[in-house]
């Protein structure tokens, strides 16, 4: 089975500071990666995925990420934080079954708290 | 119209009651999730509809009872529930079940159990 690790639950910065958000996989095969965004009493927002192709992934609201495969990481990043960044984010990956096939179960880390001061 | 609708937005319900989550999309998406979500932790899946079949089940306990009357709407039958099950359940729809699919998510019921 696949398995994310982000390091960190609470990162904070500086509004027009660098966000750098860790995720780390484990999988077996080549995985599909997803990073989430989720607002307080919300649902979850897609920010960008890495399925296959081009490395560097550009999202929604600035942000990207790149896919590593030698580091097996996929660390999210945006070059100026503003404040409405402040949330939780959630990176996931697709899960596999024994067939060799993606099939929809998303396995997320256990999230980071973006705290942006001004 | 990119968007998945949960009704309702909060529910409290005793160990005894029967009552019911429903979710909606028209996206056209063949393939919709209920995940479980306790408070400071991430999602976990429950239940996997594909074309209207259920393709998952996480080993949810039977006093959750999911339903999918046709492509669009996505029920959660809760039955005799646990104060543990007090959580934030939210759906989700893709167009198909392959992994690589973006998942859209509702924005919750916030469920409380007495």
């Known amino acids: 089975a696949q398995s994310v690790t982000q390091l960190g639950s609470h990162v904070s910065v500086s509004e027009g500071a660098l966000v750098l958000l860790r995720c780390n996989y484990s999988?077996?095969?080549?995985?599909?990666l997803f990073w989430y965004v989720q607002y307080p009493n919300q649902g979850l927002q897609l920010l960008l995925k890495?399925?296959?192709?081009?490395?560097l992934v550009k999202g929604i609201n600035g942000f990207e990420a790149e896919f590593k495969k030698s580091e097996t990481s996929f660390h999210l990043t945006k070059p100026s934080a503003h404040m409405s960044d402040a949330a939780e984010y959630f990176c996931?990956?697709?899960?596999?079954?024994?067939?060799?096939?993606?099939?929809?179960?998303?396995?997320f880390g256990q999230g980071t708290i973006l705290t942006v001061h001004p | 119209d990119t968007e998945v609708t949960q009704t309702p937005k909060h529910l409290v319900m005793g160990m005894t009651n029967k009552k019911s989550l429903k979710c909606e999309q028209h996206?056209?998406?063949?393939?919709m999730y209920w995940y479980k979500q306790k408070a400071k932790k991430p999602p976990e899946l429950m239940f996997v509809?594909?074309?209207?079949?259920?393709?998952i089940n996480e080993s949810v306990p039977s006093r959750f009872s999911p339903e999918c009357p046709n492509s669009s709407l996505l029920n959660l039958h809760l039955h005799a529930l646990q104060p543990e099950d007090s959580a934030l359940y939210l759906c989700?729809?893709?167009?198909?079940?392959?992994?690589?699919?973006?998942?859209?998510f509702g924005p919750g019921t916030r469920l409380t159990v007495l």
């Open positions: 989700a729809s893709s167009q198909s079940s392959g992994g690589a699919n973006e998942q859209f």
């Open positions: 999988s077996s095969v080549p995985p599909y």
């Open positions: 509809y594909s074309y209207e079949k259920l393709s």
């Open positions: 996206m056209g998406h063949r393939a």
């Open positions: 996931a990956v697709s899960d596999w079954n024994a067939g060799g096939t993606s099939y929809g179960k998303l396995t």
């Open positions: 890495y399925t296959t192709g081009a490395t």
